[in-house]
């Protein structure tokens, strides 16, 4: 499970493109994974007609395809997991309702990530690393100190997110983390392939592609 | 399953009373179903813990239980069923990801009547009947000719929906329905309980209770 560069999509951010395009675009670019994130309040059958694009698209490239909160539209396009967010369902209900789902679970603390992954939770979101516009409703800023901590705590990669740029990713990297969450350093970037391409050859630095989690060999 | 008296909540229209106090009203007044129906921009994890309470509201009476939409939701909290519209998922995709649960299709001829049922619909929605307020983009009154129409042309049940009061029960019974779904006339009445057991007692003169679908045992 390559986590390194795992961007999130934005309709808000991304222009002029389709959502289409903007994956098409960011995966040419070195995405290793993309999530499908919409918060607009669309009907669940618009959803489900975009994650099956968004699912071929990825399959298509072989990259590893979630959907955030989710676990309906996740199942529905045979996505490999979903990302669970404060608000979405518990990490151990998503677990019994789909268990060969991938779940991630985004955390702010040690305490907060130990949990998640007692739960289950197969990778974790920590952030917000820097301060960030793009989720206003995210919390204080945990800088990079907390992602060595979580990284020291637990056993499951880790994914930093959270305002991180180019300029700041080698910083991010000195934590440990297993790959960098981005979305408008990407997604809203003029160019978002030659922006995935320009963060891929900051992280190829350092080899980031952690094991496979439990035995989920069909993931990627 | 007797799906004869089928009450839907709605937050906007249940007044000062909680969705569980309400459901718990409408159940001691007769309804044979409770489906949750959430359409404001709530969090997954706040639905969740609503769907919760409603289930085991409806598991104490041993009431059938279905989720509006959400695939995931009526999963997370075991409930019978799920009841899906034009905007939700597709039938076919629903029983792929959700094999056990029971599945409702709303519909509006008998085409779309003839098309759940081939998809796997376990029981049908028809309407609306009359015009309602409660659900401005239902589209035009369907009347009482198009139950019968859509009952003579499948084999599963048939609930008839939209501006049902206790006045026009009559006629729509004399349509063959297997049962009545009500939103306004008993959760926005100042006694959701009496006016549950008012429609209990006009749907009582006829035998509405319809066998159980394929090998779902565990449904009441």
Redesign the interface.
Known sequence: MNLSLYVITDRTCQGKRSMEETAEEVIRGGATVLQYREKA?L????L?EEVIQLRRITMQHRVLFFVN????LA??CGADGVHLG?????VP?ARR??PDLLIGASCDSVESALRAQEEGADYLGVGPVYVTATKPDAGEAVGTGLLAEVKNAVTIPVVAIGGITPENVPEVLQSGVDGVAVIQAVVGSPSPRSQAARFRKLLNTKSLCTSLPRNKEKHL
């Open positions: 309040p009907s669940t059958r618009i489900c909160d989710r676990v309906d199942l529905a404060d608000e979405d369902l518990p209900i309702i789909a």
